[in-house]
């Protein structure tokens, strides 16, 4: 599967974007789709998921309340809708995929996502 995510921009504190990841050469039924996040300095880290039923969704704590993951299977896409932005949340975001939902450990590791898109740049700043 080859992924492609856009969205991103630059917006104030408290302000909302929302990220697209579209597939191409299969379907995001099939997986389970991920957002990461790396800021400069930073590793890689695990922002949501969604299982490929839709059923399932996991968020990393520091997004639960503000962010939300959600495919649309018509268009072959999965969204994040993030309310709220705080400039911590400033980072290239990345989507991914994997074919299960149980991964290694309970931190969600990018290691266990073999499919990846480019980034998309989120920034937040007054």
């Known amino acids: 599967v080859q992924l492609q995510a856009s969205g991103g921009g630059l917006v104030q504190p408290g302000g909302s974007l929302r990220l697209s990841c579209a597939a191409s050469?299969?379907?995001?039924?099939?997986?389970?789709m991920g957002w990461f996040r790396q800021a400069p300095g930073k590793e890689r880290e695990f922002v949501a998921a969604?299982?490929?039923?839709?059923?399932?969704?996991h968020y990393t704590d520091s997004v639960k309340g503000r962010f939300t993951i959600s495919r649309d299977s018509a268009k072959n896409t999965v969204h994040l809708q993030m309310n709220s932005l705080k400039p911590e949340d400033t980072a290239l975001y990345y989507c991914?995929?994997?074919?299960?939902?149980?991964?290694?450990?309970?931190?969600?590791?990018?290691?266990?996502?073999?499919?990846w898109g480019q980034g998309t740049q989120v920034t937040v700043s007054s």
């Open positions: 991914a995929a994997r074919w299960s939902w149980s991964v290694s450990r309970s931190d969600w590791p990018a290691a266990d996502f073999p499919y």
């Open positions: 050469g299969g379907s995001v039924s099939r997986y389970t």
């Open positions: 969604i299982r490929g039923s839709g059923v399932n969704t």
